[in-house]
Each structure stands twice: as structure tokens, then as C-alpha cells.
């Protein structure tokens, strides 16, 4: 059985909506990816090397990064060799696989967020402006609402003109509490009081937005490193989670991004924003690979409930679906 039968097989037994997400965000890149591969497929009846160059640089052209695609192209040679792979159609779902292989590596449940059973979860977004953090922080507050959890907020981007406020309209749309100071204020103090007020309340989970500047790093870093004091000092082991939030559209900025941010902070998570808008979805393979640290959310589109929980094997069937269902059809 092929991998993509195989992969298929699972998500339609899944019976969630997840897969029609990935597979409606993910559009922009599979239609360029799709067509790119076709055309590579009919060009090439044979697996040799002058292949191997030209899906290179489809994939460099969808930000899967070097090094992954160097891993990627070194282990389709060898299982090309391995089961003797003569005819381009039959290298297709073994790409599918080795992408899903890479992402995943010994790692099967990396991308799930670390929620305390009992006591208060405080998770800290990081991120620079524009990138979509507060709508995120937003998305995020309804989705542990609706699991019924009592989540509160905390406005630690005060510098940002409009910030507070911003934050404040999510909060009364999802309908939970916003804990701010003046603009201006010292965000560690924020912090301080929202942690007081989320164990005060008893809340389950408290969501911290931070300051997003990057024209000075050493002071951007000494911020964050106060606020995670501040937090841990209060919450023993706290922030769980450091998800930093990035935008797809920017492509390889999104992981210069991630490098300054992996230095200033210990980020746990990426949440990968406007995945939808972009012909470059491979960038999650390259953060993935390049930095170490697993993609736990993406946004696939405008509503509340388009922030999904990122998994490898509905990413990889967003990427290849007009693919999948071809090879499925033919088998029937």
C-alpha cells in the first residue's frame, strides 16, 4: 500500500474537520507545488540526477529551507536505490512520507501544548508587531473557552500604541478578562498583577502578550528575560509555554525572526500565522528543522476556528491532497 493510500486511509477514519483545514489553508502552496511537481513528473519518465536538481529548487521555492531539503534529497536517493524506483510517478508519495519522516524525526507529539492537570497554565507570547499575536492570543482564549476552561489575559505589550485595547476588544469577544496597566507601563508589573489575579480567580489558564520591538535587541531580550522572572518567581516552573509568533508570508524573515527570538528567550513553540496567504508553506519544515523547535499552531484562515493544532501528517496531506486523491483514483 502507498503512503499516500495509507495516509488517506487514516485521516478520512479520523472523521474530523482538521484535514479540510489544512487542505483549504494550505491552497496557495499546493496549487504552486502541485503544478510544479506535474510538470517535473512529465518532463522526467526516469529518477536520475538532473530530477533530483529540479525538485531542489521547487522546494527551495516553497521555503523548505537548505537543510532540509539536503536531508530530504539524501534520503529519497536512498530509497530510490532501496526499492529500486525506476518510474517518477512512484516517487511522489515516498516524498510525502520522507517530508512527514523529517518533520516528525523521533518526536510523535511535539506539537502539542504543555497544559497543567492542576494549578494555573501561564503561557507567554512573543512575536513582533504585525505578525499577528494578539489576534492569535485572541483565537487561542476561545479555543480553551470552548473546552471550558477559565483562561484570563494579560496585556504586557504596552508600549505599542493601541496594544492594551486591542487585546481588550478579543477579550470581551471571547469573553474573558484582561488584566492592564496604563501605556507605558513596566510589563513585568503587568505580569505580576495577572498572575496574582489568574490564581486569585482560579483560573485555569493565563495568556501573556508581550512587547514586540526588535530595533534593540539587548533591550527587547532584558524585558523578556524580567517577565519570565516575574512569572516564574510566582509560578514555580512557569511560563509552560513560550510560543512565538510568526507570520508564513515573510517566508525566510520569519526565520531570521525566530533565530533573534530563540537567543532572547527560551521559546518552546511556534505559532505559524497566515499559512493561507502564502505559496511558501514549506517554511514549517525549515523552522522545524533549522532551530529544533516544533510548530504547535497554524492559522489557516480568517475565523475563529481556522487556528489549528499543527500535525505533520494533515500538513503533509494540505500539501499533496490534489496529489493523493489522483493516485487513489488511478488505483481504482
Known amino acids: 500500500m502507498s503512503f499516500f493510500k495509507k495516509l488517506k486511509d487514516k485521516i478520512t477514519h479520523s472523521q474530523d474537520t482538521m484535514s479540510d483545514k489544512f487542505r483549504d489553508g494550505l491552497t496557495k502552496t499546493r496549487d504552486s507545488f502541485t503544478f510544479k511537481m506535474n510538470d517535473l513528473v512529465a518532463k522526467y519518465r526516469t529518477v536520475d540526477e538532473d530530477f533530483f536538481e529540479e525538485l531542489e529548487e521547487i522546494l527551495f521555492e516553497a521555503d523548505v529551507g537548505y537543510d532540509t531539503i539536503m536531508k530530504l534529497i539524501e534520503e529519497l536517493k536512498m530509497e530510490v536505490r532501496r526499492q529500486n524506483i525506476k518510474d517518477t510517478e512512484g516517487i511522489r508519495s515516498v516524498i510525502s512520507q520522507k517530508l512527514v519522516e523529517i518533520y516528525q524525526g523521533d518526536d510523535q507529539s511535539g506539537s502539542a501544548l504543555q497544559i497543567q492537570q492542576e494549578g494555573l497554565t501561564v503561557i507567554l507570547f512573543v512575536g513582533v508587531?504585525?505578525?499577528?499575536?494578539?489576534?492569535?492570543?485572541?483565537?487561542?482564549?476561545?479555543?480553551?473557552?470552548?473546552?471550558?476552561?477559565?483562561?484570563?489575559?494579560?496585556?504586557?505589550?504596552?508600549?505599542?500604541?493601541?496594544?492594551?485595547?486591542?487585546?481588550?476588544?478579543?477579550?470581551?469577544?471571547?469573553?474573558?478578562?484582561?488584566?492592564?496597566?496604563?501605556?507605558?507601563?513596566?510589563?513585568?508589573?503587568?505580569?505580576?498583577?495577572?498572575?496574582?489575579?489568574?490564581?486569585?480567580?482560579?483560573?485555569?489558564?493565563?495568556?501573556?502578550?508581550?512587547?514586540?520591538?526588535?530595533?534593540?535587541?539587548?533591550n527587547l531580550m532584558k524585558e523578556l528575560e524580567k517577565v519570565k522572572k516575574v512569572i516564574e518567581r510566582e509560578v514555580p516552573g512557569?511560563?509552560?509555554?513560550?510560543?512565538?509568533?510568526?507570520?508564513?508570508?515573510?517566508?525566510?524573515?520569519?526565520?531570521?525572526?525566530?533565530?533573534?527570538?530563540?537567543?532572547?528567550?527560551?521559546?518552546?513553540?511556534?505559532?505559524?500565522?497566515?499559512?493561507?496567504?502564502?505559496?511558501?508553506?514549506?517554511?514549517?519544515?525549515?523552522?522545524?528543522?533549522?532551530?529544533?523547535?516544533?510548530?504547535?499552531?497554524?492559522?489557516?484562515?480568517?475565523?475563529?476556528?481556522?487556528?489549528?493544532?499543527?500535525?505533520?501528517?494533515?500538513?503533509?496531506?494540505?500539501?499533496?491532497?490534489?496529489?493523493?486523491?489522483?493516485?487513489?483514483?488511478?488505483?481504482?
Open 129 to 218: 508587531n504585525g505578525v499577528g499575536k494578539t489576534t492569535t492570543i485572541g483565537k487561542l482564549a476561545s479555543k480553551f473557552k470552548q473546552e471550558d476552561k477559565k483562561v484570563m489575559l494579560a496585556a504586557g505589550d504596552t508600549f505599542r500604541a493601541g496594544a492594551i485595547e486591542q487585546l481588550e476588544v478579543w477579550g470581551n469577544r471571547v469573553g474573558v478578562d484582561v488584566v492592564k496597566h496604563a501605556e507605558g507601563s513596566d510589563p513585568a508589573a503587568v505580569m505580576y498583577d495577572a498572575v496574582q489575579s489568574a490564581k486569585a480567580r482560579k483560573a485555569d489558564i493565563l495568556i501573556c502578550d508581550t512587547a514586540g520591538r526588535l530595533q534593540n535587541k539587548v
Open 238 to 332: 512557569a511560563p509552560h509555554e513560550v510560543l512565538l509568533t510568526l507570520d508564513a508570508t515573510t517566508g525566510q524573515n520569519a526565520l531570521t525572526q525566530a533565530k533573534i527570538f530563540k537567543q532572547a528567550t527560551d521559546v518552546t513553540g511556534i505559532v505559524l500565522t497566515k499559512l493561507d496567504g502564502t505559496a511558501k508553506g514549506g517554511i514549517v519544515l525549515a523552522i522545524k528543522q533549522e532551530l529544533g523547535i516544533p510548530v504547535k499552531f497554524v492559522g489557516l484562515g480568517e475565523k475563529m476556528d481556522d487556528l489549528q493544532p499543527f500535525d505533520a501528517e494533515k500538513y503533509v496531506y494540505g500539501l499533496f491532497a490534489d496529489l493523493v486523491d489522483e493516485e487513489l483514483e488511478e488505483l481504482n
